[in-house]
């Protein structure tokens, strides 16, 4: 069983950046992938970016290519994402998840993912 909890949202200007944090408590094996997604009010969950846990590959949104970096601390069992010039349709409530099975372009199904976190509220101001 894991346990995520995302910390680092918060009300920033049109143009600047957040990094959101994700701390997970359980064993996270090296063929998992840690993944994003957003949710804003009256529209569904959609993907923001996912990595192996073990490295290498990362998949983002077309929306937030360029703009958003995901990484992960293993020893820490923690995930990032780095969010630079955001937009105010960047408002959303984030959640990380995490896949024990997903790969490739697998992982931009929330379908995939086992475990969730709370969710944390980002909010970009024009």
């Known amino acids: 069983q894991v346990q995520l909890v995302e910390s680092g949202g918060g009300l920033v200007q049109a143009g600047g950046s957040l990094r959101l944090s994700c701390a997970a408590s359980g064993r996270i094996f090296s063929n998992y992938a840690m993944g994003w997604f957003r949710q804003a009010p009256g529209k569904e969950r959609e993907f923001v970016a996912a990595?192996?846990?073990?490295?290498?590959?990362?998949y983002y949104a077309d929306s937030v290519k360029g703009r958003f970096t995901i990484s992960r601390d293993t020893a820490k069992n923690t995930g990032d994402v780095q969010m630079n010039s955001l937009k105010p349709e960047d408002t959303a409530v984030y959640y990380c998840a995490v896949s024990r099975y997903c790969t490739g372009y697998g992982c931009y199904a929330s379908g995939a993912y086992d475990y969730w976190g709370q969710g944390t509220q980002v909010t970009v101001s024009s």
């Open positions: 990595r192996n846990w073990s490295g290498g590959s990362t």
